[in-house]
């Protein structure tokens, strides 16, 4: 099992940038995949960004591509997500998750989370 713990957000102003990260402990965090999910106030949680466990394949919601980046540092047991030309609908609680299946779109492939870190973007 492995124990995820959030860090980075906080009240931004649009066209802002935060960096995001995930501290894994427990098992190695080497071996398994990583997710980033979003959860909107009054809306399902939704995928923002997975990352495989070597780093080599990543996928992003289109609502993200081209400003969030995901990356991870192995000897760290860290996941990042590099946040840049925030706005105001990126407002959510932002939460890590981990699995050893591979980088995947839905929530339901995850069965570890963090407890999640709150990300405001002010007009």
């Known amino acids: 099992q492995v124990q995820l713990v959030e860090s980075g957000g906080g009240l931004v102003q649009a066209g802002g940038s935060l960096r995001l990260s995930c501290v894994a402990s427990g098992r190695t965090f080497r071996q398994y995949a990583m997710g980033w999910f979003r959860q909107a106030t009054g809306k399902e949680r939704e995928f923002v960004a997975t990352i495989s466990w070597s780093g080599g394949i990543t996928n992003y919601a289109d609502s993200v591509k081209g400003r969030f980046t995901i990356s991870r540092d192995a000897a760290k047991n860290t996941g990042y997500l590099q946040m840049s030309s925030l706005k105001p609908e990126d407002t959510a609680v932002y939460y890590c998750?981990?699995?050893?299946?591979?980088?995947?779109?839905?929530?339901?492939?995850?069965?570890?989370w963090g407890q999640g870190t709150q990300v405001t973007v002010s007009a």
């Open positions: 998750a981990a699995n050893t299946l591979g980088p995947a779109t839905s929530t339901q492939r995850y069965p570890y």
